[in-house]
């Protein structure tokens, strides 16, 4: 994610200029947030992406419901390949209707920004389940944002449910110990942003593209864990 403290970073455009590169050794998964640049530079930086080769997301983290709903309908001009957060589904999913748009909401009851995430193990497998029967894509989990159940768990019982349908652990991911126990919960992916452009992903390594490469081989080594 081209994102810092759940923001879109200002200089997007040149940052997604020189990671392009790394799309031929394996990074081609890249997106960004509904808020920290104007519309019509999301534009501009959707169009990158998928120049460069890459699978484009954009995750909603506006607070109001309003301007949640006013996100998803960037997202559909915007054409992205994945849609991720929110929790108005129904409103979501007419928006997107006869897009080939996939979309990943929030379990759990998302709040503020930087965003954290209320609700226990049970919340988040029954709202999983209503993300199946809504046939959503799967379900962008907040593990390590939550502030009522333990991180992990709640991957485990987000994956029971969901089965086949992708999950997402999105925010905090910093640093390939985490990847790793998110393998070994079976989660399919995660996002990361702040870390890896703070450098604290990998501590001595310099550049935003050192880190990148950090992150590509510790998710080849987690990958055996699964």
């Not at 999983?128 to 959503?136: H, T």
């Not at 939550?146 to 768990?153: R, S």
Request: one cysteine or more; glycine letters at 10%; charged letters at 20%.
């Amino acid at each position: 994610m081209l994102t810092r403290d759940d923001r879109t970073v200002g200089d997007c455009l040149a940052v997604a200029d020189r990671i392009a590169p790394l799309v031929e050794q394996g990074l081609r998964h890249v997106g960004f947030k509904d808020v920290g640049v104007p519309v019509e530079t999301l534009e501009r930086l959707h169009a990158r992406i998928k120049a460069m080769g890459a699978i484009s997301y954009m995750e909603v983290v506006s607070t109001t419901p309003e301007a949640c709903l006013t996100s998803a309908r960037v997202a559909a001009e915007l054409g992205v390949d994945c849609l991720l957060g929110g929790t108005q589904i129904d409103e979501v999913q007419a928006i997107l209707a006869g897009k080939a748009i996939q979309y990943y909401p929030f379990p759990g009851f998302p709040q503020g920004h930087p965003t954290k995430l209320g609700g226990t193990a049970g919340d988040i497998a029954q709202h999983c389940r209503d993300f199946l029967d809504k046939k959503c894509a799967g379900a962008d989990l907040l593990a390590f944002r939550a502030t009522e159940a333990d991180p992990l768990e709640l991957v485990r019982v987000a994956k029971a449910v969901l089965g086949e349908a992708w999950l997402i652990v999105a925010g905090s991911v910093n640093s390939p110990q985490r990847i790793n126990d998110l393998a070994r919960v079976r989660a399919d992916a995660f996002t990361i942003g702040t870390a890896a452009f703070d450098g604290s992903f990998a501590p001595g390594l310099v550049g935003l593209e050192a880190q990148l490469r950090a992150v590509l081989a510790a998710c080849a080594a987690a990958a055996k864990l699964r």
